[in-house]
């Protein structure tokens, strides 16, 4: 298992009295930590509606771009390949640029993105601006919870970083109503609606308006102090923690801050890899270090287990097991409901309870839900038209399906971004999100990309029995690998 040593916190400058950490949690400025991380998540939003819209728009993008199987499952994956590279470059970036900085340029990115996404007349320029989209998702999905984590007290940090995954399911959830609503009042999301553009087109540009606003709110947030400390701006760090927590706090989290971080160089990829010098025998030098490990596998087994083709297939699959597609669409509202609701109750729980036990049951629960929809598929029959005749398995397909959406968002969803943004020292945050960014994002565009031919191919049973089998796996791995971060002060975070 991956131990991290914790230093002692009187060592660590930690208030040395229960009335002096009284004190200072009284003195800080709790309006203002929650409305920057308020601002920060509409960056989740925009990652959950760009993840989210597609979904309604595929049969508009097979008849605009006359698409099968394979260009399809591009058209919908390509986003996929712009995350990897935002999500591998954007902490690498942020460590010499800013946090806010990298925020900023995605909200231009998401901006450009939704406009060329709804106005292209071929595949090639609609895949350009949904790579476009994707740099921009894939920097703000590693860098609002690292930015959240870095400016929130360790005691309700967790609480705040959820909100990460609450505004990425809210994305969603607008994102399903709005194609529900655009495709029901244009009659289907391939007829043509205002100003002579189909439904489809108009379901892209929706986006616009929260991208605007993402881009107007940024301005009005500082930068991380951990990110000035990194750059040797510490006076400026000690303003931004002094208007976070209060002049005494702030002193002292100035210290620990700077005691953190190595001071012979600046962040860089070789600080993945076990030093020569390393207190673990068992850190053999030269290969990536055990934390790395740990966040790739968190990072990539969110994807294994196949939540993605839910949110981006969810009216493809709905509508092979004889839905209409107004019902799909609508299947897709009561799935966005219920994802909010977990993660709501997450969000209460994960800095009481932690992380790592959310996580187990998370994974046992989408084992036995996915189970369940495999005997389901298993159990249907086909028409004429290669439709899934369910019966009575319809109804326990649905309620599985939905019952393990509620413990994806339960767990993995919410919790793999709190410990990503969190658990890797002060040394590693950017380089660590880095990698365990583009991990995620490679695994979910292979899942995205293989759903079409694996439905074509082995069928959902096929293709849902993988993700079972992901999820299994994944219960091993938390039990083995993960080690508790609740209650923990980044500075105290080591490798």
Known sequence: ??????????????????????????????VFILFISLVATIGGFLFGFDSGVI???????????????????????????????????????ADISGRRTILLVSAVLFIISAWGSGIA????EFVIYRVLGGLAVGAASVITPAYICEVAPARYRGMLTTLQQIAIIFGLFIAFVSN??????????????????????????????????FLVMLLFIPESPRYLVLRGRAADAGKVL??????????????????????DH??????????ADSADPAAKPGKLRKIVWVGIGLASFQQLVGINVVFYYGAVLWQAVGFSEADALFINVISGGISIAACVFTLLVIDKIGRKPLLKWGSVGMTVTLALMVLAFLNANQDAQGNLLMGDWGIVALVSANAYVFFFNL?????????????????????????????????????????????????????????????????????????????????????
């Open 266 to 275: 600046p962040p860089k990829l070789a600080d993945l890899l076990n030093p």
């Open 242 to 263: 002094t208007r976070l927590y209060g002049a005494s706090a702030a002193s002292r989290k100035l210290s620990e801050i700077q005691q953190s971080l190595n001071a």
């Open 55 to 93: 979904n309604g728009t595929v049969d508009g993008l097979q008849q605009a771009f006359n698409s099968q199987s394979v260009g399809t499952g591009f058209n919908v994956a390509s986003m996929l390949l712009g995350c990897a590279v935002g999500a591998f470059f954007a902490g690498r970036w």
């Open 411 to 495: 767990s993995w969803g919410p919790v793999m971004w709190v410990m990503l943004g969190e658990m890797f020292p002060n040394q590693l945050r950017g380089v660590g999100l880095a990698v365990s960014g583009l991990s995620q994002w490679v695994c979910n565009f292979l899942i995205t990309m293989t759903f079409p031919l694996l439905l074509a191919s082995v069928g959902l049973a096929g293709a849902y029995g993988l993700y079972t089998l992901g999820a299994l796996l994944s219960i091993w791995f938390v039990v083995k690998m993960v080690h508790e971060t609740k209650g923990t002060e980044l500075e105290q975070m080591q490798g």
């Open 121 to 124: 007349v071929t595949s090639l």
């Open 180 to 213: 529900y609503l655009l495709a029901n009042y244009a009659g289907a999301s391939t007829a043509m609606l205002w100003l002579d553009f189909e439904a489809w087109r108009w379901m892209f540009w929706i986006e616009l308006f929260p991208a605007c606003l």
């Open 1 to 30: 298992m991956l131990q991290s040593s914790i230093s002692d916190p009187a060592q660590a400058g930690s208030p040395n009295t229960t009335a002096e950490a009284a004190s200072e949690h009284q003195a800080e400025n709790k």
